[in-house]
Each structure stands twice: as C-alpha cells, then as structure tokens.
C-alpha cells in the first residue's frame, strides 16, 4: 500500500528575545490630524505677519505728519535766504521711500511767486546699488515749476554767498538720509521773466537723468557720472545736452557733453538785449558741439551756428552814450582776458547769418537815421579766442539800404595785444534817396536822384591802421523845385550851391563825382577790440567819406 506523505503544520516558535520588534502601524486618521495641524500653525503665524504689516502700514500714515514736520523744519534750518513750505508727506514702509506733494520754495526777498514748486518729489534708495553694498538714493522729481524774475535774479547774484553753501545739499538730506545717486526730473519747466512778464523764457517737457553722482563706478574716468537732458525751448524749438559729469569736484562740478539746438526763436531775448541797445525782431537759430566745463579746463566748441531771418539793429542815442561806454569797456576787457588764455578755448567753426537784416539806429542825430544791411548772407569760419588756432574769414553779401549790391571778405584773428585783421568791402549802386537821412546829418542836404557806390580796403596790425575809402556818386541832382517847394529860400540856396560842387568834380565823360580818402595812422587804442576799430571805421570814416569831399572841393571853389 502506497504511503502518501504526510505534511506535518508549520510550527511558530517565537522570535529570539534580541531580535526587533515590529512596531504595529499608526492609523492614517492621526497623519491627517498632525497634517491639518502644522497647516493651521502656518496660516496663524502667515496671518501674525500680515496683521503685523497691516498695522505697521496703517501707522505709517499717523507718522506721517510728524515726519512732515521735521522735514519742514530740518529744511528750513538748512537753507539760507529760502524758505520751504510741505503741505504732505508720506513714508512708504514696504519701499522705504518718501513721497512728497506740493514742496514749495520761496526767496525770503522776494517771495511772490515761488521761485519752484515740486507737485511730487519721489526719494527712495537706488536698490541695485544694494549689490554693491552702497545705500545711495534716487530721486525723482515729476512735473516741477522753477520760476524766477529779475528782481530774484538780481538778489542772487548779489547775495555773496556761494550757491554750494546755501545748504541745497542738507536740506535733500533732510527729506531723505542718503545722497543722491540718481536723479530724474519728468516734464519739468524752467520759467525766466525779465521785464515783460508777456515774453517768458521758457524751457518746458524737460527731462534730465544723471546717473553714478556719487561716483560710485568708474572712478577713473574724468567725467564719471553719465547726464541727459532735453526739452522745448521758447515753445517751437529744441534742445539735447549729452555727456558726463563729476559731480563732486571742487570747487565746483564739471562736466562734459555734446549740445544740440534746433529751431529755437531769437525773439524771446529782445527783452534782454534791450539793456544792450540792441533790437532784435524775428530769427530762429540752429546749433550743435561740444561742451566741457570744470575747474582745470573751459572749452566750448560749436561746430556750427546759424541764424536766418533776424532784423538786428545797433541802437545810439545821447542818454545812452555812457552806458554804451561802459559796455564797451566790460567787453574790451572780456576779450583782453580770454584772448590766448590757457585752459580756455572758445572756437566756432562756421557762422552764418542768413536773409538777415542789420542795421544801425542813430538817434543821436537831428533827424535820427538808420543805415543797414538787408538782406544780408553773412558766413564766418574758424573763429577762435586763440591766436594758434588761425585767422578767421569772413564772406559777406548783401544790399546796402536794400539797394546797393555789397560784398565783403575779412580776415582777422585774436590777439591780446590789439586788432589784427584786413577787410575789403565794396558797395555798388545804392539808389541815394534812401540815404537821404544820413545825407541831411552829414552834410545838411538831400537829393531827388543819384546813384552811391563806395570801395574801402582797410589793414590793422601792431596797433597801426592803413588803408582807404572811396565813395563814387552818379547822377546825382540835389535840388528840385517840386520836391523843396515847401523848404526855406536859404536852404534851398544852400543845396543849390550843393549841387553846383557836385558839378565841379564831376567826370564831365562819366558824370561821376568821386573823391578818395586815406587812412593812416594809430589805432588811438592799443587794447581796443577789433570791433570797436570797425564801429569807429563805419561812423567817423564812412558816414563822413560819403560825402564827396564837398568841404573840400567848396574850398577850392572859394580860392578860385
């Protein structure tokens, strides 16, 4: 009989005494509570927080009146001849930053109006600069107004008190601890009332950013600190400076930049050089160049200025004459003092004014005339404050009394010990009876037709003058009964006489009258600026040379 295998029950023998136990599982119900538990621990410490901030926020603005005034008072301490008014303030907690509104500032002098007014004024730290373990601020300054008059303007350059120690500086400190590193002013106006308070000059929509002012990156170069501006000069026109500065050089900052102006109008300064007994109507100008201004080195370079459709006039009358002296003087001795000077170079390549008008108005003389230039193309290259820097020329076309065609070249250069320059000027044709002004100042007479035309070649150099004026005159009449009906028997009988001289210098094969007058001699001035020599050259040479040596010739007439 087959036995069949007998499988006998396994049998469990308990585990050895140092063996491990195994620990019986938790039920999942208590992971989930310990879960839920850590979860509210975090949303009450999350919400700790948030309140803490709420309220920290909500008490910033209880600070925020303290915080005005002190700043209104700190300021205030600071400056000297302004005063400061700050109706808000408010400190940004989460930003660290202030924002002011409607800081206003006044000239303790001249109070009425507010020399600027700042609607917002933004400081807070300039936090890419926290990577180089710098705490400088930035600044920024959206919309403000700076607004100054003559009166303010005259009160601060005569306050002999430095601009850098009128405590600008500590009263920004005030609004904000740590100095500026970036500045930027958006849609800014800068407003200039002379003393038509009808024609301001006015910069407006100007934007400016100056960036590294504490210098903090590339020390090394000069002009570390890299400045923008622009904005609408005078409403039409416009202007770009861009460059570099040092701001913390002494005694006072430098920079240097490239400058552009376009079609900016002329006209917005006639107030101002009114005082110069100049007139100006109309003109727009148009520039660029280089610019660079700082303790060790004064350098303007333009490469080109233009000016088009301008009337100038030089205006002479008696109650000016020692203001005009005393101008002359101020820039006879501006030119002395910058002509070579080292470390200051002024240099324009190319001048040109262009379908201008320019005049002299003398109303010195009985009657008052006016002789000009119109229109007038006038091109000017090389100018320069340097005599190493080369003779400038000049080209000059256009109409004497807008009539005689005129031409002129010049060559002249700076020198600081008297004028050195050569001109050749030529007239051609001018009807006379446009000169009849002048012609009744100079010589008491008018006439009813004729034509003027007038050569001149004139040196300056070490002080002497050489050279001539010619006036030729064609078909000249001096008398008509029709248009001297109405003048005395004496002067008619005197520009009967007039007329009889002309007669007797005439060219009887051209029917010209002409007469030469040389010039040779001193300067008078050794330190007489070039213009100056041609301002005397143009009223005691000129107007009396266009003449035709009548005094002269009546002396012959009396000899015979």
């Not at 102006?261 to 100006?280: E, M």
């Amino acid at each position: 009989m087959a036995q069949h295998a007998h499988r006998s029950p396994e049998r469990t023998t308990p585990p050895p005494e140092d063996s491990p136990k195994r620990r019986p599982a938790r039920p999942r119900s208590f992971a989930r509570r310990l879960g839920r538990g850590a979860s509210k621990t975090g949303l009450w410490i999350a919400g700790s927080i948030v309140g803490l901030l709420l309220l920290l926020f909500i008490a910033s603005f209880f600070w925020d009146e303290p915080l005005r005034r002190r700043m209104e008072r700190g300021m205030n301490q600071s400056l000297k001849g302004y005063t400061v008014t700050l109706p808000h303030a408010h400190f940004q907690l989460f930003g660290l930053a202030v924002d002011l509104k409607d800081l206003t500032v006044r000239q303790q002098a001249y109070p009425n109006p507010p020399v600027a007014v700042f609607p917002k004024l933004h400081a807070g730290l300039q936090w890419k600069e926290l990577f180089t373990a710098h705490l400088v601020a930035d600044f920024l300054f959206d919309h403000p107004k700076v607004y100054v008059n003559l009166p303010q303007l005259q009160k601060e350059i005569s306050d002999p008190t430095p601009i850098k120690d009128k405590g600008w500086q500590e009263a920004l400190l005030k609004i904000y601890p740590f100095k500026i590193n970036l500045l930027r002013v958006n849609d800014g106006e800068i407003t200039y009332i002379d003393e038509d308070p009808r024609r301001p000059l006015r910069i407006s929509h100007l934007a400016i950013r100056a960036d590294n002012i504490r210098n903090i990156h590339s020390k090394e170069h000069v002009y570390p600190s890299p400045i923008h501006a622009d904005g609408i000069i005078f409403d039409t026109g416009r202007g770009a400076l861009d460059g570099h500065a040092d701001f913390l050089s002494e005694p006072y900052p430098g920079f240097h930049a490239m400058l552009r102006l376009g079609k900016v109008p002329i006209d917005y300064f006639r107030p101002l050089v009114a005082r110069s007994n100049l007139s100006i109507r109309g003109g727009v100008l148009d520039t660029s160049g280089e610019l660079e201004f700082s303790p060790k080195t004064k350098f303007a370079h333009l490469k080109d200025l233009k000016v088009s459709d301008m009337r100038l006039d030089l205006i002479h009358t008696l109650t000016t004459a020692s203001a005009e002296y005393a101008r002359r003087e101020q820039v006879k001795a501006a030119v002395s003092k910058t002509a070579n000077k080292p470390g200051m170079l002024l240099k324009l390549d190319r001048l040109d004014l262009a379908h201008c008008d320019v005049g002299l108005i003398n109303k010195a003389k009985n009657p008052a005339y006016r002789a000009f230039l119109a229109p007038v193309n006038l091109t000017v290259t090389n100018l320069s404050n340097h005599f190493k820097e080369g003779p400038a020329h000049a080209k000059l076309e256009g109409k004497f009394m807008a009539s005689g065609v005129t031409k002129a070249t010049a060559r002249f250069r700076p020198d600081a010990n008297g004028p050195d320059f050569d001109l050749n000027a030529s007239i051609e044709h001018t009807d006379l009876t446009t000169m009849n002004d002048i012609l009744r100042v100079y010589g008491k007479f008018d006439v009813v037709q004729g034509d003027f035309s007038l050569y001149t070649e004139i040196h300056v150099k070490n002080g002497e003058i050489t050279g001539y004026i010619k006036p030729l005159f064609e078909n000249m009449k001096v008398y008509d009964k029709r248009q001297d009906a109405d003048k005395t028997f004496f002067r008619k009988l005197y520009e009967k006489l007039v007329g009889g001289v002309a007669k007797l210098l005439e060219n009887r094969s051209t029917d010209k009258v002409a007469t030469k007058a040389d010039i040779e001699g001193r300067v008078g001035e050794a330190k007489a600026s070039t213009w100056q020599v041609i301002g005397r050259l143009i009223e005691n040479a000129f107007f009396r040379a266009i003449l035709p040596g009548f005094d002269e010739a009546l002396g012959i007439r009396k000899k015979k």
